[in-house]
C-alpha cells in the first residue's frame, strides 16, 4: 500500500499564480483532510471530505478551495497565490469518524513569493 | 480561544534514558487526544491515542498518561533510541460538524544525545 500520496514535494508560485496541490490514497478511506503547517508550528485545518461529493470548511479555509469526485482524490486548489500561503501542506485520510488515527502524506512544501 | 500547548519546545536525552513529552490542553469538551511523531521532511506519524475514559495507555516503549484534572497529558518514551529523535505532537479531538477535527499543539523537538 502507497498510503496517502502527496504531489508534487515542492512548488514555487509566483504572487497571483495558481495551482492544485493532488492528494490521492489507496486505504478506501471515507474521510480526508487538508492542514498547513508553519515554521515552529503545529497544523491547521483548511478543508476536509467525509466522503465523495462532501466538503466543507476547516480553520483556515480563506484562499483555497477543494473537491471530492472520488473516493481515492482530494485535490487543494489555490486560485490566487499569496505570500502568506507559504508553508508544508499536508493531506491525511482516516477510515471513519471516532475511531481511527489520521494517516498524513509526505507534504508539499509551497513557497510564494 | 482553545488551545493545545506544549511546555517545552525543546527536549534533549541521552540514548538509554527515559524521555517525558508534557501536553497542557484547554478545551474541557476534548475526548481523544493523539500522539504523533514527525521526523524532518515527513508527514506526521500516529505513535498512541487515548480516549478521556482512560488515565493511562501503554503501547511499545511509549506511555500516554492522561490527567482531566489539570487538562495535561504526557508522553513518556522508555529506553529512548536515536531514531525517536523528532518532533512530537500532541493533538486534541473534538467534533465540528460531522467530522472529527484535530487541533495540534506545536510541537516538542526530541533530540538524543549518544
Redesign the interface.
Known amino acids: 500500500n502507497a498510503g496517502?500520496t502527496q504531489t508534487p514535494k515542492f512548488r514555487i508560485l509566483k504572487i497571483g499564480q495558481s495551482m492544485t496541490l493532488q492528494c490521492t490514497q489507496d486505504m478506501n478511506h471515507n474521510?480526508m483532510?487538508w492542514y498547513r503547517q508553519d515554521p515552529?508550528?503545529?497544523?491547521?485545518?483548511i478543508y476536509?471530505s467525509?466522503g465523495a461529493g462532501?466538503t466543507?470548511k476547516?480553520?483556515v479555509p480563506n484562499g483555497y478551495n477543494v473537491s471530492r469526485s472520488t473516493t481515492e482524490d482530494f485535490p487543494l486548489r489555490l486560485e490566487l497565490a499569496a505570500p502568506s500561503q507559504t508553508s508544508v501542506y499536508?493531506c491525511?485520510s482516516?477510515y471513519d469518524?471516532?475511531n481511527s488515527?489520521?494517516?498524513?502524506?509526505?507534504?508539499t512544501r509551497l513557497t510564494v513569493t | 480561544g482553545e488551545s493545545v500547548g506544549l511546555h517545552l519546545p525543546t527536549l534533549s536525552v541521552q540514548e538509554g534514558d527515559n524521555s517525558i513529552i508534557n501536553c497542557a490542553y484547554s478545551n474541557s469538551a476534548s475526548d481523544y487526544f493523539i500522539w504523533y511523531k514527525q521526523e524532518s521532511g515527513k508527514g506526521p506519524q500516529f505513535i498512541i491515542d487515548i480516549r478521556s475514559n482512560m488515565d493511562k495507555r501503554q503501547g511499545q516503549r511509549v506511555t500516554v498518561l492522561l490527567n482531566k484534572t489539570v487538562k495535561h497529558l504526557s508522553l513518556q518514551i522508555a529506553a529512548t533510541q536515536p531514531g525517536d529523535s523528532a518532533v512530537y505532537f500532541c493533538a486534541e479531538t473534538h467534533y465540528s460538524g460531522s467530522a472529527r477535527q484535530l487541533t495540534f499543539g506545536s510541537g516538542t523537538q526530541l533530540t538524543v544525545l549518544p
Open positions: 496517502v474521510y483532510y515552529g508550528m503545529g497544523l491547521k485545518l476536509y467525509v462532501i466543507d476547516g480553520e499536508f491525511a482516516s469518524r471516532d488515527p489520521l494517516h498524513f502524506g509526505n507534504g
